[in-house]
């Protein structure tokens, strides 16, 4: 009897080693919904907007012993999912969807097809194309990186060296770069696809557009000078200001194109007329960002080392100090919805003021590493660098997040362009 329930036993340890294996090789099966990398259906698709364009792409499956792939779309007035063309092949992996429009939202789904029918299981994703250009400078990745108009994605990458100051012209599409590994400056066109390269600098950091004659200011910490040239490479006038003290922030006032210029080394604030000529210093401690108020003139500076925020009229006179920050460091204003964005990098916060009376709006906190900010001035959005997160979070006017662009480099600064 003992013999015979041992003989039980034995079979039925076999047979559940031998069920427990064929689980184990259904469950790699990538049509298995089991399969816990698949889920029984396609992988890596990604729908990626971009400019009257969607482009989607997703892993090949050649050998998997498919049909092809079924894509389908549901657009803003569908009520149902409609097939994109024909059946795509097990060998295909992307797919530009030009049947769109600009500014309106779109799902997409992916499946399997097996015996002529597609499989239940599907891969899903949605991307809003619209006409907005937002560039990143990333040192980590290393690129320039154009996002997609949606915020959810990286749309394109351009192979720069380590772009960190960054700096965009509407009317030309021209990306201007300063470069860590060399101290140098660039601009990368995007409509002809070229890149060109300045020399001459020994620590270029940070670049002010002066969008009246496409010319740029550039700080060069180390030579203790501000260049100003133009696209060709040329000198623009002044070709130079001179005898500073570690240079870096820089900015234009839009309304008479005066030059602001942060001597971080120096402890001070210089402020010069659109011909190089001084028209004040203001003494303040290692000041880092300065944007500037077009209508009332005012510049707003941020020291990073100081936790300070400080307001200085054109005359050079300090009007006010806000201790409101952490570590702030970029600095934004947004005129048409009364609005200071400042971007808390010790504090990981983004900081939001009211630009007429400086109260408080909100603030936005878990932005690790908060280091720039661009607003959107037809929305009042704003998109936030957030370095140590690695990531770019765009905002609502109210603070909400509303999408992130995650697995970036290192990034340093942002400029948006809403588009034509």
């Given at each position: 009897m003992g013999r015979v329930t041992?003989?039980?036993?034995?079979?039925?340890?076999?047979?559940?080693?031998?069920?427990?294996?064929c689980s184990r090789r259904d469950r790699a099966n990538p049509l298995d919904p089991a399969n816990p990398a698949t889920g029984g259906g396609p992988t890596g698709f990604n729908a990626i907007a971009?400019?009257?364009?969607?482009?989607?792409?997703?892993?090949?499956?050649?050998?998997?012993?498919?049909?092809?792939?079924?894509?389908?779309?549901l657009a803003?007035?569908?009520?149902?999912?409609?097939?994109?063309?024909?059946?795509?092949?097990?060998?295909?992996?992307?797919?530009?969807?030009?049947?769109?429009?600009?500014?309106?939202?779109?799902?997409y789904r992916l499946s399997f097809v097996i015996g002529g029918a597609p499989a239940t299981r599907t891969a899903s994703d949605e991307a809003t194309p619209g006409n907005a250009r937002i560039w990143v400078s990333d040192a980590g990745w290393p690129a320039l990186l154009r996002l997609s108009p949606d915020g959810r994605d990286v749309a394109q990458a351009i192979g720069v060296g380590a772009p960190n100051g960054?700096?965009?012209?509407?009317?030309?599409?021209?990306?201007?770069y300063t470069d860590l590994n060399d101290g140098q400056v660039g601009l990368y066109d995007p409509q002809v696809v070229a890149k060109n390269r300045f020399s001459g600098f020994s620590d270029a950091r940070e670049l002010a557009l002066d969008a009246v004659n496409e010319s740029v200011w550039i700080t060069d910490r180390q030579a203790g000078r501000v260049r100003h040239l133009y696209p060709t490479g040329a000198s623009?006038?002044?070709?130079?200001?001179?005898?500073?003290?570690?240079?870096?922030?820089i900015a234009l006032d839009p309304g008479d194109r005066s030059v602001w210029i942060c001597e971080n080394a120096g402890n001070r604030v210089r402020h010069f007329d659109v011909n190089?000529?001084?028209?004040?210093?203001?003494?303040?401690?290692?000041?880092?960002?300065?944007?500037?108020?077009?209508?009332?003139h005012i510049a707003w500076v941020t020291s990073l080392d100081r936790g300070l925020v400080t307001r200085i009229a054109a005359n050079g006179q300090a009007l006010d100090t806000l201790l409101v920050a952490s570590g702030p460091l970029g600095i934004t204003i947004d005129r048409d919805h009364d609005r200071v964005w400042i971007a808390d990098a010790v504090g990981d916060r983004v900081i939001v003021m009211r630009l007429s009376?400086?109260?408080?709006?909100?603030?936005?906190?878990?932005?690790?590493?908060?280091?720039?900010?661009a607003v959107d001035r037809t929305t009042g959005e704003a998109w936030v660098v957030a370095s140590t997160d690695r990531a770019v979070v765009r905002l609502s006017p109210t603070g909400a997040i509303l999408q992130r662009v995650t697995g970036l480099g290192d990034p340093s600064e942002i400029r948006f362009d809403p588009g034509k």
């Open positions: 041992a003989l039980l036993a034995l079979a039925a340890l076999v047979f559940a080693a031998l069920l427990g294996g971009d400019f009257g364009l969607v482009r989607l792409q997703w892993d090949p499956e050649p050998g998997l012993g498919i049909d092809g792939f079924l894509l389908e779309r803003p007035a569908d009520t149902v999912y409609r097939p994109i063309g024909s059946l795509l092949p097990a060998s295909a992996s992307r797919f530009s969807d030009f049947g769109v429009l600009n500014g309106k939202r779109y799902l960054l700096a965009y012209d509407q009317a030309s599409q021209y990306v201007w623009a006038t002044p070709g130079a200001i001179e005898l500073l003290d570690g240079p870096t922030g190089g000529g001084p028209l004040s210093t203001t003494a303040f401690s290692a000041p880092s960002r300065v944007a500037v108020d077009s209508v009332s009376n400086r109260a408080a709006v909100f603030t936005v906190s878990g932005l690790h590493g908060a280091r720039d900010i």
